[in-house]
């Protein structure tokens, strides 16, 4: 992986350990608070790993599947939890990774997933006429 691939799996890797950090803490110490807010910032957190992973392994085809499903997701996620976030602000009086579409985030999490779904349509694996990867 070079160039741009490496950059994104770096910030794929920089969100997994922000979210995960975030998430541990609030869980730790005010669950009971926000359990939604804090097990939606645990589940970014799952998805940051997995695409990080699976970015990192995408020559291969079965992780290539992978990071679509993780990435898509994500921007499911963003752009679902992000809409909640404003049409009904009670949900989230505690802040997660993808409230308001990431703003605590400097709104990465909603721009990532985007990068990353090109990522994936321009750097398909190489599949042979007998369907190995090459």
Sequence with gaps: MRGIGRVLVIVYAVMALGASGRSFVQI???FDRAPL???LSAAAAVVYIVATLALILAGRPGWYRVAWVAIVFELVGVLVIGTLSLTHPALFQHPT???MFGIGY???PLVLPMFGLWWLVTHRPAVTPNGSVA
């Design 37 to 39: 807010a804090y097990s």
């Design 28 to 30: 730790a110490r005010e």
């Design 97 to 99: 990774v993808w409230s």
């Design 106 to 108: 400097v709104f990465i």
